[in-house]
């Protein structure tokens, strides 16, 4: 018997791409029995965002690092571990470290850098629940001018008033807890940061994979945006007010995190051996 499709009403839906066919097969946030199986949960996103950052070939040496706030001690997050590469971290080896950088369970030590600006950041915004950096190519280079991707796409316009360039501490390595805290305040109610002369940040208060696929996002439209640039023309601009209208209906969080589900299947079929 064919059964007519039902319409959940406009504001009930987290965004334009909910289905209004019942019985499609459609993503879900999932809900847990307990905190255990929420941490396992959380641990094995932060294990699939490294291992996306590796296909995207965000590594470079030992830089980059991705947090993701345990559920039951907020006051501490889990992270990629110290001179592993993003397409070996998994779930045994990812490290439990405080708002200090003590490491508080696992083997590996602390990214130093990592745990300055992570840590303060985490420490002073507790609804910020994950954040990511890489040092990456296009990203690191756009960030070198000092100044805020422009609205030249769909793409882009996802960052449109969502993002900020931070200025403090400018191509120093964050290795003094100061620096983290001159960097900290700048995450009030955004999404991303350009962080002049060192690269981009992405910070999340729903998931580590809406956090991860922002970060892969906003190094792909420093990629477009510079390519742009090159051509030696001067782009069309979205308006703002379309500029607007699409950063509400495809830069939420939500609609990052509804992204990454297709990466993370994708990992989980081809590279298994993450989830040990």
């Not at 965004?15 to 209004?20: A, V």
């Not at 291992?51 to 995207?56: Q, W």
């Not at 590469?85 to 590996?108: C, M, P, T, W, Y």
């Not at 350009?194 to 994979?209: D, P, V, Y």
């Amino acid at each position: 018997m064919h059964t007519a499709p039902t319409t959940a009403p406009a504001h009930s839906k987290p965004s334009i791409y909910e289905p209004t066919q019942a019985g499609v097969i459609f993503p879900t946030k999932p809900t847990f029995k307990n905190v255990e199986s929420e941490r396992l949960h959380l641990k094995q996103r932060l294990v699939a965002a490294c291992r996306a950052f590796a296909l995207e070939k965000f590594d470079y040496g030992f830089a980059g690092h991705l947090t993701i706030r345990d559920p039951e001690h907020p006051e501490l997050y889990w992270t990629n571990p110290m001179c592993v590469h993003f397409a070996q971290v998994k779930v045994s080896n990812l490290i439990l470290a405080d708002h200090k950088g003590r490491v508080v369970e696992g083997r590996h030590a602390i990214n130093r850098a990592g745990f300055v600006l992570h840590g303060a950041v985490h420490e002073a915004h507790p609804d910020i629940v994950a954040m990511c950096h890489a040092h990456t190519v296009y990203g690191t280079a756009f960030a070198a001018l000092g100044r805020p991707l422009e609205p030249i796409s769909q793409d882009a316009a996802a960052f449109f008033e969502d993002h900020v360039v931070i200025k403090d501490e400018a191509g120093q390595v964050a290795v003094e807890e100061k620096a983290g805290l001159a960097v900290c305040d700048w995450f009030t109610g955004v999404k991303a940061a350009i962080h002049q002369n060192h690269g981009l940040l992405t910070a999340s208060r729903h998931s580590i994979e809406a956090a991860a696929f922002w970060f892969i996002a906003l190094e792909r439209c420093c990629k477009q945006q510079m390519l742009v640039e090159a051509s030696g023309h001067k782009p069309v601009l979205v308006p703002p007010d379309k500029a607007r209208y699409s950063r509400e209906h495809v830069g939420s969080e939500y609609i990052g995190w509804l992204h990454f589900q297709s990466i993370y299947d994708h990992l989980v079929a081809t590279q298994p051996d993450m989830l040990t």
